[in-house]
T-cell receptor
Framework: DAGVIQSPRHEVTEMGQEVTLRCKPI?????LFWYRQTMMRGLELLIY????????DSGMPEDRFSAKMPNASFSTLKIQPSEPRDSAVYFC??????????????FGPGTRLTVL | GQQLNQSPQSMFIQEGEDVSMNCTSS?????WLWYKQDPGEGPVLLIA?????ELTSNGRLTAQFGITRKDSFLNISASIPSDVGIYFC???????????FGTGTRLKVLA
């Protein structure tokens, strides 16, 4: 299995530009999670999906952030407009449901976003 | 965002020494996971714990799920240079599918 795939691995953009991060979960996994990692705040859950439906987006910082999962093999996290404080590493993770609980989460390699 | 209290924040140890780190919270968790993160990579799962009191080993790693469901520890025996990295605990909140992550323990092993 290829594992969780994220693209791009690095993104440098200017303030005000739109940024789209992409994720392909592990095949067969029904949960998908988006996290943000910074030195100050550590790993924070932004949003997660179950069977392509957003379940909890309480971690999304503000309306500039949006996430979609149009099908079981693809998800996007969009920031529009981007700001310097959005600079962070964004991780996607996926897991499957076993015996009524989510099994362990598997992380992608992350996208390092720098907003100038 | 919500985080678990993880300690120590960092440690320098000599190769061959044993290492211990732990996570505590005021919340109760269904599941505890321990991850290791290398620079420029995503966290990689080391051990998963599903029941209170559970003690699980993975090679030189041993982790336990606290009886109160509010804490967990990870031990690494006979550390080697490739153990260097940042270790995170993660707890799954009761009644949800959300995981809360610890603040991380940065481990450096001196050869």
């Amino acid at each position: 299995d290829a594992g969780v795939i994220q693209s791009p691995r690095h993104e440098v953009t200017e303030m005000g530009q739109e940024v789209t991060l992409r994720c392909k979960p592990i095949s067969g996994h029904d949960y998908l999670f988006w996290y943000r990692q910074t030195m100050m705040r550590g790993l924070e859950l932004l949003i997660y999906f179950n069977n392509n439906v957003p379940i909890d987006d309480s971690g999304m910082p503000e309306d500039r952030f949006s996430a979609k999962m149009p099908n079981a093999s693809f998800s996007t996290l969009k920031i529009q407009p981007s700001e310097p404080r959005d600079s962070a590493v964004y991780f996607c993770a996926s897991s499957s449901t076993l015996r009524g609980r989510t099994d362990t989460q598997y992380f992608g390699p992350g996208t390092r976003l720098t907003v100038l | 965002g919500q985080q678990l209290n993880q300690s120590p924040q960092s440690m320098f140890i000599q190769e061959g020494e044993d290492v211990s780190m732990n996570c505590t919270s005021s919340s109760i968790f269904n599941t505890w996971l321990w991850y290791k993160q290398d620079p420029g990579e995503g966290p990689v799962l080391l051990i998963a714990l599903y029941k209170a009191g559970e003690l699980t080993s993975n090679g030189r790693l041993t982790a336990q799920f606290g009886i109160t469901r509010k804490d967990s520890f990870l031990n690494i025996s006979a550390s080697i240079p490739s153990d260097v990295g940042i270790y995170f605990c993660a707890g799954q909140l009761m009644g949800t599918y959300k995981y809360i992550f610890g603040t991380g323990t940065r481990l450096k092993v001196l050869a």
